[in-house]
């Protein structure tokens, strides 16, 4: 069946450093994915999306690049800031399954210290 | 403005009582979801529903039921048949078809037991 791996947490920055979170994935199909962000006592908000090999999603500074020889989807960010840290997680979607159903990674969680 | 509501947001049971949480969307999407989030860990579907009288289980429905009455709510009840149920709850729901469409989140329900 289909997985995600992500990079166990947490990581912890200073503010303005590079962070980067490792996702790759299992699919038997052609997915797309998606980075999702959840702040603390809340629900998870859609970061970014790719949907073909070569996509790459970006948002508020993050980008992720659809590697489809590598079967990844890393995160990445130039210069993170305190408001930044939360849980990331990374995420599939295959288009042959039903329901649109996502497929998560276990979630990392970042601290981004001033 | 459109979303997902949740509620309650804590909510406390008793050892062999039931309870139900509620979900209620008006973003007019046809798919709804029911996720389970353990401390440190990613999310497990529960429940999912494509459109309107019709809902199919997820990767740990035991012990849990749901029904999809109106469009816009999809209700979980923890029935006294889960053993472990203290965990987070996040409904979500999507556009039904493609697999390319991101899934919104509402702020999820903290059910602890008594």
């Known amino acids: 069946g289909d997985s995600v791996t992500q990079m166990e947490g947490p990581v912890t920055l200073s503010e303005e450093a590079f962070l980067t979170i490792n996702c790759t994935y299992t699919?038997?199909?052609?997915?797309?994915l998606f980075w999702y962000v959840q702040y603390p006592g809340e629900g998870l908000q859609l970061l970014l999306k790719?949907?073909?090999?070569?996509d790459k999603g970006s948002n508020k500074g993050f980008e992720a690049t659809y590697r489809k020889e590598t079967t990844s989807f890393h995160l990445e960010k130039g210069s993170v800031q305190v408001s930044d840290s939360a849980v990331y997680f990374c995420?599939?979607?295959?288009?042959?399954?039903?329901?649109?159903?996502?497929?998560f990674g276990g979630g990392t969680r970042v601290l981004v210290k001033p | 403005d459109g979303g997902i509501t949740q509620s309650p947001k804590y909510l406390f049971r008793k050892e062999g009582q039931n309870v139900t949480l509620s979900c209620e969307q008006n973003?007019?999407?046809?798919?709804m979801y029911w996720y389970r989030q353990d401390p440190g860990q990613g999310l497990r579907l529960i429940y999912y529903?494509?459109?309107?009288?019709?809902?199919q289980k997820g990767d740990i429905a035991e012990g849990y039921s749901v029904s999809r009455e109106k469009k816009e709510s999809f209700p979980l009840t923890v029935t006294s048949a889960q053993k472990n149920p203290t965990a987070f709850y996040l409904c979500a729901s999507s556009i039904a078809q493609g697999g390319f469409q991101p899934q919104h989140f509402g702020d999820g329900t903290r059910l602890s037991i008594l």
């Open positions: 529903s494509q459109i309107v009288n019709d809902f």
């Open positions: 995420a599939l979607s295959d288009i042959k399954a039903a329901g649109n159903k996502l497929t």
């Open positions: 790719a949907t073909k090999a070569d």
């Open positions: 699919a038997t199909g052609y997915p797309s």
């Open positions: 973003l007019n999407h046809d798919a």
